[in-house]
């Protein structure tokens, strides 16, 4: 069998010592999770805190971890958790702004060099609507969308992850894709 290692199996590897293995879940996930800390709480230095803060929760919690749920959900789980401790310290419900000052303008991120300027300038300008859209959606819509998008869950693990009954989840995520796609198409 040539197949790669389910998340689950690794994890319970790490729990019963296996260094390495927890070298492959933070490989495969360290990504996805860093850009979901980010997108929700929207300065980099927080995300950043906040991203260390769900690995160092994991490798603490890992003599408890019993297969229950996906692994990828119980990471997530871990981090939605995190980032409402943090509101709760802050008094923040919400984000205010994605910009905190230390990433490139939008304006400057590199495209390929095969785009037309007429096109370059027109993606932009899509690119910035679909973020300014993202970041006006309630925390709990852009939560659901991201869950799907960064973390690939389904409505089932977006609901275990977050806390909420399934057709919560599942209504949160289709307001959330109705706003980005009206504010993309420019009706917000």
């Known amino acids: 069998m040539t197949g790669e290692v389910p998340d689950e199996m690794l994890m319970l590897r790490y729990r019963d010592g296996d260094a390495e293995a927890f070298a492959v879940l933070y490989e495969r996930y360290k990504g996805s999770v860093y850009r979901y800390l980010l997108r929700q709480s929207g300065v980099a230095a927080v995300a950043e805190e906040l991203f260390q803060d769900v690995w160092l929760n994991l490798v603490r919690a890992r003599e408890q971890y019993t297969v229950q749920a996906k692994f990828s959900t119980y990471l997530y789980r871990l981090a939605h958790n995190r980032l409402v401790d943090y509101y709760r310290r802050q008094s923040a419900a919400v984000a205010a702004s ?3 000052g230390a990433g490139p303008p939008i304006e400057d991120i590199p495209l390929t060099a095969a785009e037309e300027p007429e096109n370059r300038t027109a993606l932009r300008l899509q690119v910035a609507r679909l973020l ?21 869950m389904s ?24 706003r980005l796609r009206r504010g993309l198409l420019g009706d917000v």
């Open 98 to 100: 994605w910009d905190d």
């Open 132 to 152: 300014s859209t993202l970041a006006a959606l309630p925390a709990v819509q852009r939560e659901a969308f991201l869950l799907r998008e960064e973390a690939g």
């Open 155 to 178: 409505i089932e693990q977006i609901a275990e992850a977050t806390g909420v009954e399934r057709e919560t989840a599942k209504s949160r995520l289709r307001y959330a894709l109705n």
